[in-house]
T-cell receptor
Framework: DTAVSQTPKYLVTQMGNDKSIKCEQNLGHDTMYWYKQDSKKFLKIMFSYNNKELIINETVPNRFSPKSPDKAHLNLHINSLELGDSAVYFC????????????????FGPGTRLTVL | QKEVEQDPGPLSVPEGAIVSLNCTYSNSAFQYFMWYRQYSRKGPELLMYTYSSGNKEDGRFTAQVDKSSKYISLFIRDSQPSDSATYLCAMGRNQGGKLIFGQGTELSVKP
């Protein structure tokens, strides 16, 4: 009964390649997120979607393009991979996006460990 | 200066010790304060959540928020080896759902 799942779990690729990471949640949540965790464990939000609509877009290179085909899926496509993109990428989901003054717990996936050589 | 500062450790304590983990922050707009626990090679999971100032207790865990000092703490009583993990503080404002995380403190509880 995996709540938030990501594929692949590990991704090793060469500089310059294009790769995608997929995320699915079966919690019925409205909002999904992509986070990047660097080698020092620093976790930083990249994007957030609410019902397929982009609501958070941090200062991320435009080589990163999220896509949400439906509210249960949020994929991350990365073009022209660079060494600095090596990190663990976490998908998360929550019931609401925080609007209206309510915070709702974010549930994280297991992460995708990306290594760019 | 980062919005949220957290000592990355590592912190090593003997089993049964009381552990104190802390974060400071600079943005007074933060209203929601969380502690996430992350085991090695896993995703973070929510441990404690507090709205505004005050204390919250859940079993061996106590979270404290002091908004006047912009300081939050997590106390773990009677620490166990199974508590060995990285503990991340996180904060959010009342809209947008965006969380700002601290760097995480790596805790090791030795039997």
């Amino acid at each position: 009964d995996t709540a938030v799942s990501q594929t692949p779990k590990y991704l090793v690729t060469q500089m310059g390649n294009d790769k995608s990471i997929k995320c699915e949640q079966n919690l019925g949540h409205d909002t999904m997120y992509w986070y990047k965790q660097d080698s020092k464990k620093f976790l930083k939000i990249m994007f957030s979607y609410n019902n397929k609509e982009l609501i958070i877009n941090e200062t991320v290179p435009n080589r990163f393009s999220p896509k949400s085909p439906d509210k249960a899926h949020l994929n991350l496509h990365i073009n022209s991979l660079e060494l600095g993109d090596s990190a663990v990428y976490f998908c998360a989901s929550s019931q609401a996006n925080g609007r209206g003054g309510n915070y709702n717990e974010q549930f994280f996936g297991p992460g995708t460990r990306l290594t760019v050589l | 200066q980062k919005e949220v500062e957290q000592d990355p450790g590592p912190l090593s304590v003997p089993e049964g010790a009381i552990v104190s983990l802390n974060c400071t922050y600079s943005n007074s707009a933060f209203q929601y304060f969380m502690w996430y626990r992350q085991y090695s090679r896993k995703g973070p999971e929510l441990l404690m959540y507090t709205y505004s100032s005050g204390n919250k207790e859940d079993g061996r865990f106590t979270a404290q928020v002091d908004k006047s000092s912009k300081y939050i703490s997590l106390f773990i009583r009677d620490s166990q080896p199974s508590d060995s993990a990285t503990y991340l503080c996180a904060m959010g404002r009342n809209q947008g759902g965006k969380l700002i995380f601290g760097q995480g403190t790596e805790l090791s509880v030795k039997p």
